[in-house]
């Protein structure tokens, strides 16, 4: 008789090739890290993470679907305690240059980057990051910057559209330096003058 497969077994394995893939992908790059590598890594058959993933662009896309999962979770938790919008809008600045420079983050912002350009190369994954960029994480500022416009905090003359790809252009070209160029990058302070920039710019 066939053992039983539990649920819980099957996503702890799920996880385990999910977090082996994320260190086989910072470690040789997207492009160069195999399904093999991963196997390597994970102790997990190729057949048993055929099971879980079509292919190894699909283990990237439910990886970063995670993360982007717990950080919007994160988000809406953390504003809860938070009155007003410029709060919320200091509360991830401070979010992003703290976990900025944890090695973790660093493995992220580099497989995201490389999956980010090679996208341009295959129409499929550029509209998933397409998608995931216009209707989640530029939605989401869009949204907190028109609530400040209704509460007053923010200037009505203040094109959310614009601020808001300049807010995640900052966040992710800031971080994706500092995980590349390491002790070398002026990461707080730099981090800082953004920050006084973008709320130059809103108010």
């Not at 790059?29 to 102790?43: H, K, Q, R, W």
């Not at 938790?77 to 991830?92: G, N, P």
């Not at 509209?127 to 200037?155: A, C, H, Q, W």
Request: charged share 25%.
């Amino acid at each position: 008789m066939a053992p039983i497969v539990t649920e819980e077994h099957k996503e702890n394995r799920r996880k385990k090739i999910l977090e082996s893939a994320l260190v086989c992908f910072s470690e040789k790059g997207f492009e160069a890290a195999t399904i093999d590598d991963i196997v390597a890594l994970s102790g997990i058959s190729k057949g048993s993470i055929y099971n879980y993933f079509k292919t190894k662009d699909d283990i990237y896309v439910q990886l970063m679907n995670e993360y982007t999962h717990l950080n919007f979770e994160h988000f809406k938790k953390s504003f809860r305690d938070l009155a007003s919008v410029k709060e919320k809008i200091h509360y991830l600045f401070d979010l992003y240059k703290n976990a900025g420079g944890k090695e973790k983050a660093k493995h992220l912002l580099l497989v995201h980057g490389e999956f980010f350009l090679s996208s341009s190369r295959k129409e499929e994954n550029h509209t998933l990051v397409l998608e995931r960029y216009r209707n989640v994480y530029k939605r989401f500022l869009i949204d907190l910057l028109e609530s400040g416009k209704n509460t007053g905090e923010i200037s009505n003359t203040v094109n959310s559209d614009i601020a808001a790809s300049f807010f995640w252009t900052m966040i992710d070209g800031i971080c994706l330096d500092h995980a590349v160029l390491g002790a070398n990058y002026p990461f707080s302070g730099v981090f800082e003058k953004a920050e006084e920039v973008f709320f130059q710019m809103i108010q």
